[in-house]
């Protein structure tokens, strides 16, 4: 028994991704074409030479032939992947193993969600039949309550936390005002944060993720075969994965200013990468910011601050675009929206680009000898939770 | 309409409340304040002439959420106002114990006189025999008359009304002969009822009819159609049950005779005398209390928790409809709020598990009913975006007193009287309703404590 990783065992070679915005002139087939195909000329190869493909669809649709068809893949193995908000990020780890098993000589992820066709705002879960008794909360109502729960933890003050987490919101929008393929561009004051309409608890439209429709796909290789596709891959470190029982729900013993399975999912990740500082060993991280409170306590739960200072890190700009950390720097879901299959690949992409340096100038962070990125997920709500965690690398060990 | 009008109140059942579940609100209530011996029900009678369900019985939700065992038989007694003065009656008949409940909701056109005289209401009387009863049966009188004075057609929401007069006198008459047979039964005069109760729709017959008896004044009861309104089928009961409390909290002694008359499509006269227990009673949240906790609505609210009126939804999709089979195998849950505890641990599982979350025994879990347990708010929130109807939604999680925490939906609140430490119980009420099947289950709300807010009257007694 145990988790052992495939550090430095498989290496991404090629990856595309779309906008993500309200697509009201593409459907679920048009974007995985656009991210697909990306993707191949990417890696430099053709779609035939994929030998297996994961889907990451949350609810966009059933069963592999949902990637199949748009793509036209003749009886390869498909799998559709679901495992709410990480199933992007579900998608890459699946593809991973099988290559790192030795089962194919290249597999590929594929992540794409189309959420704007519903006429509903916000996301929403199409649960099975059932007895009526479950919560039919928002994420938002559910994360809101994470914001008294730390601020009563920690001593900070009702306005404090105001200001920290507009502060979150500000440098998200920062970061993706300077990202092409983001949703929202532009840049917001804490001012605006501030007084945006209020959806749950003190959360207001600022500080909940936007919602978009978009793609993402990844194709990854066995890392010896690596160089053969390109000159800079991106190496896997770790791939974590940790689903709660759903017990924070109904436990007196839960305080709502930690997520248990992110800390869990870290922790794993960091053995398997070989991570005991990751503060200063990370260049970046992609984290699952789907509100500002989420953001604030991940840095906890991700070992980048003590516990009961991440607020203060905020304040201090340590995780902005050149700060000490850079948390997000392609915008995050504040700036992206959250189209659930696809965000996790998204968040892969980021890395993509900064580590190999080929991020916009205006967005290119400056740590990136430190040679390791790491991707975050979550989904579910606080104390019903999964969450994924990822490192990735330039170079072998 | 902006037009105002009207003197007094009337009760209004929140946006999630029924016939169905403000019985089972008095129900509880009636239960918790029972002996002993009568607290377990040989049978569950519920009456209303608005009832939730039509063809399926609506007491079988009142008796799961009761948990009261299913040898028990649950009836409905529907449709006519007379219906719940009709199973009162029929269960002092019996020699086992009988809860009998009733319950209305009010409609009328807006603006109406039966909109604003109207009320919402539940009432539960338990009736049985033995030394610890609080009031005995007397002696009892009926007149049936055929005669069409108010009326509603099936699918109809409100009544229609024949021209004042013609039912005026016919009620005074019926009134007048059942008063003076019942109390010949009984062998007492006029000049020894001690609580005179007259109910019914119609508003001029009954204060005609009190006035024709000729008692004095300070033997009438307070009818509550000042403060609750005339709450139809369920409003004798729920005047006798107050009238109990009133003789109960003034100390009257044993031996007054009660005389209660209700005018619907005839009339009913029972005699009941109150014994030595009515002093020693301790009823749980009595109907004056219930009134006090009453807060103010806007006559916007009420015509769109009446469905008079459509506000703009939430851009959510609504609900989909409960699953029957799904709802059955969770009834105790469901229905009940019983959960499980881990014989091990001892950690309490909402909704009941079968594998323990500490330890991981299998099961190896017993039933733990929690309705009745009191609860305190950990940390709470407001959804305004979440589909309700009524929004926004008042969320809190809860711990419970000893033991167990459950997130759970508030009601009956003011979202600024919610914090961390507020003190809630549990209420069983309806969340939504889709395909025609309404989805009971638990929710929340403030513990009241005398002379704060509520919007609703349910009042339970035994007799």
């Given at each position: 028994m145990g988790s052992h990783g495939i550090r430095d065992q498989v290496a991404i070679v090629g990856m595309g991704c779309t906008p993500f915005a309200e697509h009201w002139d593409k459907g679920l087939d048009d974007l995985i074409v656009d991210a697909s195909t990306a993707a191949f000329t990417s890696a430099g190869v053709q779609k035939d030479d994929v030998d297996a493909f994961w889907f990451g669809t949350a609810q966009s649709g059933m069963s592999g032939i949902a990637l199949a068809r748009p793509l036209q893949l003749h009886n390869k193995p498909v799998t559709r992947v679901e495992n709410y908000c990480t199933t992007g990020s579900e998608a890459l780890r699946a593809a991973a193993y099988a290559v790192a098993s030795g089962a194919y000589d290249v597999a590929m992820a594929v992540g794409a969600e189309k959420v704007k066709d519903s006429g509903f705002q916000g996301l929403n879960a199409n649960n099975p039949p059932n007895d009526g008794t479950a919560r039919t909360l928002t994420a938002a109502a559910m994360f809101s309550m994470v914001a008294p729960a730390y601020g009563q933890k920690y001593g900070v003050d009702e306005e404090t936390m105001a200001d920290v987490l507009a502060s979150i919101s500000v440098k998200n929008h920062y970061n993706g005002a300077r990202n092409p393929r983001a949703q929202f561009r532009k840049e917001i004051t804490k001012e605006t944060a501030r007084k945006s309409p209020r959806l749950a608890g003190t959360l207001g439209v600022f500080d909940c993720a936007g919602v978009a429709d978009g793609a993402a796909a990844a194709i990854v290789v066995r890392a010896e075969d690596a160089l053969r596709y390109t000159d800079k891959p991106i190496y896997i470190k770790a791939l974590s994965f940790a689903a709660g029982s759903g017990s924070g729900l109904i436990d007196p013993g839960y305080d709502y200013t930690h997520f248990p399975e992110c800390e869990a999912a870290a922790a794993d990740a960091y053995l398997q990468a070989g991570i005991t500082d990751p503060r200063r060993q990370l260049a970046m991280a992609e984290v699952h910011d789907c509100f500002t409170p989420t953001e604030l306590v991940l840095m906890e739960d991700l070992g980048f601050a003590e516990r009961g200072t991440a607020w203060k890190e905020v304040l201090a700009g340590t995780f902005g675009l050149h700060g000490e950390l850079p948390i997000n720097p392609d915008g995050g879901l504040k700036s992206f929206g959250h189209p659930v299959g696809a965000s996790g690949l998204r968040m892969f992409f980021e890395c993509w680009l900064q580590m190999r340096q080929e991020a916009p100038a205006d967005r290119?962070?400056?740590?990136?000898?430190?040679?390791l990125a790491m991707t975050h997920n979550l989904g579910g709500y606080p104390g019903e939770m999964v969450s994924f965690v990822s490192v990735v690398g330039t170079a072998l060990d | 309409m902006g037009s105002g009008g009207g003197k007094g109140t009337r009760a209004v059942a929140s946006h999630d409340e029924d016939t169905t579940t403000l019985g089972v609100e008095a129900a509880r209530l009636a239960l918790r304040s029972a002996p002993a011996a009568h607290a377990h029900p040989d049978s569950l009678w519920f009456s209303t002439?608005?009832?939730?369900y039509l063809d399926k019985t609506n007491a079988t939700a009142v008796a799961a959420a009761l948990r009261l065992p299913p040898e028990v038989p649950a009836y409905d007694f529907g449709g006519a106002l007379r219906s719940g003065i009709g199973s009162l009656v029929s269960a002092f008949g019996r020699t086992d114990t009988t809860l009998v409940v009733a319950a209305d909701l009010r409609d009328g056109l807006p603006t109406s006189a039966d909109e604003s005289a109207g009320g919402d209401s539940g009432a539960a009387v338990l009736i049985g025999s033995g030394d610890d009863t609080l009031a005995d049966l007397v002696a009892t009188a009926s007149a049936t008359d055929e005669f069409t004075d108010r009326w509603r057609a099936p699918g109809e929401r409100n009544s229609k009304l024949w021209e004042e007069r013609f039912g005026e006198n016919r009620y005074l008459a019926l009134g007048a002969d059942v008063f003076t047979r019942a109390l010949s039964v009984a062998g007492i005069d006029a000049s020894d009822v001690g609580c005179l109760i007259v109910t019914g729709m119609h508003a001029r017959a009954v204060t005609g009819l009190r006035k024709k008896l000729g008692?004095?004044?300070?033997?009438?009861?307070?009818?509550?159609t000042a403060t609750?309104?005339?709450?139809?089928?369920a409003h004798p009961l729920l005047v006798l049950a107050a009238s109990l409390e009133s003789l109960s909290a003034a100390n009257t002694p044993a031996g007054t005779n009660i005389v209660l008359v209700h005018l619907a499509d005839g009339a009913d006269a029972l005699v009941l005398r109150t014994t030595t227990a009515l002093a020693q009673w301790q009823p749980v949240r009595p109907v004056a209390e219930q009134i006090a906790w009453g807060a103010d609505l806007s006559y916007s609210k009420f015509l769109a928790w009446r469905g008079q009126l459509q506000p703009e939804p939430p851009r959510r999709p609504e609900p989909a409809r409960v699953s029957s089979t799904a709802a059955h195998r969770s009834e105790d849950w469901k229905f009940g709020f019983v959960g499980s505890r881990d014989?091990?641990?001892?950690a309490v599982h909402l909704p009941p598990s079968r594998v323990s979350m500490e330890g991981g025994a299998v099961d190896d879990m017993e039933p733990l009913a929690m309705s009745d347990a009191m609860g305190t708010v950990v940390t709470s929130t407001i959804d305004r975006l979440a589909y309700s109807p009524s929004p926004p939604i008042v969320f809190a999680i809860v711990d419970f007193d000893g033991g167990g925490r459950y997130p759970v939906e508030l009601t009956?609140?003011?979202?600024?009287?919610?914090?961390?430490g507020s003190r809630v119980e549990m209420t069983f009420r309806r969340l939504f309703s889709a395909d025609g099947i309404h989805d009971y289950f638990w929710k929340a709300r403030p513990v009241r404590q005398a002379a704060t807010a509520g919007a609703d009257q349910d009042k339970g007694g035994t007799a």
């Amino acid at each position: 028994m145990g988790s052992h990783g495939i550090r430095d065992q498989v290496a991404i070679v090629g990856m595309g991704c779309t906008p993500f915005a309200e697509h009201w002139d593409k459907g679920l087939d048009d974007l995985i074409v656009d991210a697909s195909t990306a993707a191949f000329t990417s890696a430099g190869v053709q779609k035939d030479d994929v030998d297996a493909f994961w889907f990451g669809t949350a609810q966009s649709g059933m069963s592999g032939i949902a990637l199949a068809r748009p793509l036209q893949l003749h009886n390869k193995p498909v799998t559709r992947v679901e495992n709410y908000c990480t199933t992007g990020s579900e998608a890459l780890r699946a593809a991973a193993y099988a290559v790192a098993s030795g089962a194919y000589d290249v597999a590929m992820a594929v992540g794409a969600e189309k959420v704007k066709d519903s006429g509903f705002q916000g996301l929403n879960a199409n649960n099975p039949p059932n007895d009526g008794t479950a919560r039919t909360l928002t994420a938002a109502a559910m994360f809101s309550m994470v914001a008294p729960a730390y601020g009563q933890k920690y001593g900070v003050d009702e306005e404090t936390m105001a200001d920290v987490l507009a502060s979150i919101s500000v440098k998200n929008h920062y970061n993706g005002a300077r990202n092409p393929r983001a949703q929202f561009r532009k840049e917001i004051t804490k001012e605006t944060a501030r007084k945006s309409p209020r959806l749950a608890g003190t959360l207001g439209v600022f500080d909940c993720a936007g919602v978009a429709d978009g793609a993402a796909a990844a194709i990854v290789v066995r890392a010896e075969d690596a160089l053969r596709y390109t000159d800079k891959p991106i190496y896997i470190k770790a791939l974590s994965f940790a689903a709660g029982s759903g017990s924070g729900l109904i436990d007196p013993g839960y305080d709502y200013t930690h997520f248990p399975e992110c800390e869990a999912a870290a922790a794993d990740a960091y053995l398997q990468a070989g991570i005991t500082d990751p503060r200063r060993q990370l260049a970046m991280a992609e984290v699952h910011d789907c509100f500002t409170p989420t953001e604030l306590v991940l840095m906890e739960d991700l070992g980048f601050a003590e516990r009961g200072t991440a607020w203060k890190e905020v304040l201090a700009g340590t995780f902005g675009l050149h700060g000490e950390l850079p948390i997000n720097p392609d915008g995050g879901l504040k700036s992206f929206g959250h189209p659930v299959g696809a965000s996790g690949l998204r968040m892969f992409f980021e890395c993509w680009l900064q580590m190999r340096q080929e991020a916009p100038a205006d967005r290119q962070i400056s740590t990136v000898d430190r040679g390791l990125a790491m991707t975050h997920n979550l989904g579910g709500y606080p104390g019903e939770m999964v969450s994924f965690v990822s490192v990735v690398g330039t170079a072998l060990d | 309409m902006g037009s105002g009008g009207g003197k007094g109140t009337r009760a209004v059942a929140s946006h999630d409340e029924d016939t169905t579940t403000l019985g089972v609100e008095a129900a509880r209530l009636a239960l918790r304040s029972a002996p002993a011996a009568h607290a377990h029900p040989d049978s569950l009678w519920f009456s209303t002439s608005s009832p939730a369900y039509l063809d399926k019985t609506n007491a079988t939700a009142v008796a799961a959420a009761l948990r009261l065992p299913p040898e028990v038989p649950a009836y409905d007694f529907g449709g006519a106002l007379r219906s719940g003065i009709g199973s009162l009656v029929s269960a002092f008949g019996r020699t086992d114990t009988t809860l009998v409940v009733a319950a209305d909701l009010r409609d009328g056109l807006p603006t109406s006189a039966d909109e604003s005289a109207g009320g919402d209401s539940g009432a539960a009387v338990l009736i049985g025999s033995g030394d610890d009863t609080l009031a005995d049966l007397v002696a009892t009188a009926s007149a049936t008359d055929e005669f069409t004075d108010r009326w509603r057609a099936p699918g109809e929401r409100n009544s229609k009304l024949w021209e004042e007069r013609f039912g005026e006198n016919r009620y005074l008459a019926l009134g007048a002969d059942v008063f003076t047979r019942a109390l010949s039964v009984a062998g007492i005069d006029a000049s020894d009822v001690g609580c005179l109760i007259v109910t019914g729709m119609h508003a001029r017959a009954v204060t005609g009819l009190r006035k024709k008896l000729g008692l004095d004044e300070s033997a009438i009861a307070d009818d509550l159609t000042a403060t609750v309104g005339q709450s139809g089928t369920a409003h004798p009961l729920l005047v006798l049950a107050a009238s109990l409390e009133s003789l109960s909290a003034a100390n009257t002694p044993a031996g007054t005779n009660i005389v209660l008359v209700h005018l619907a499509d005839g009339a009913d006269a029972l005699v009941l005398r109150t014994t030595t227990a009515l002093a020693q009673w301790q009823p749980v949240r009595p109907v004056a209390e219930q009134i006090a906790w009453g807060a103010d609505l806007s006559y916007s609210k009420f015509l769109a928790w009446r469905g008079q009126l459509q506000p703009e939804p939430p851009r959510r999709p609504e609900p989909a409809r409960v699953s029957s089979t799904a709802a059955h195998r969770s009834e105790d849950w469901k229905f009940g709020f019983v959960g499980s505890r881990d014989r091990s641990s001892g950690a309490v599982h909402l909704p009941p598990s079968r594998v323990s979350m500490e330890g991981g025994a299998v099961d190896d879990m017993e039933p733990l009913a929690m309705s009745d347990a009191m609860g305190t708010v950990v940390t709470s929130t407001i959804d305004r975006l979440a589909y309700s109807p009524s929004p926004p939604i008042v969320f809190a999680i809860v711990d419970f007193d000893g033991g167990g925490r459950y997130p759970v939906e508030l009601t009956d609140v003011d979202a600024a009287e919610i914090s961390a430490g507020s003190r809630v119980e549990m209420t069983f009420r309806r969340l939504f309703s889709a395909d025609g099947i309404h989805d009971y289950f638990w929710k929340a709300r403030p513990v009241r404590q005398a002379a704060t807010a509520g919007a609703d009257q349910d009042k339970g007694g035994t007799a």
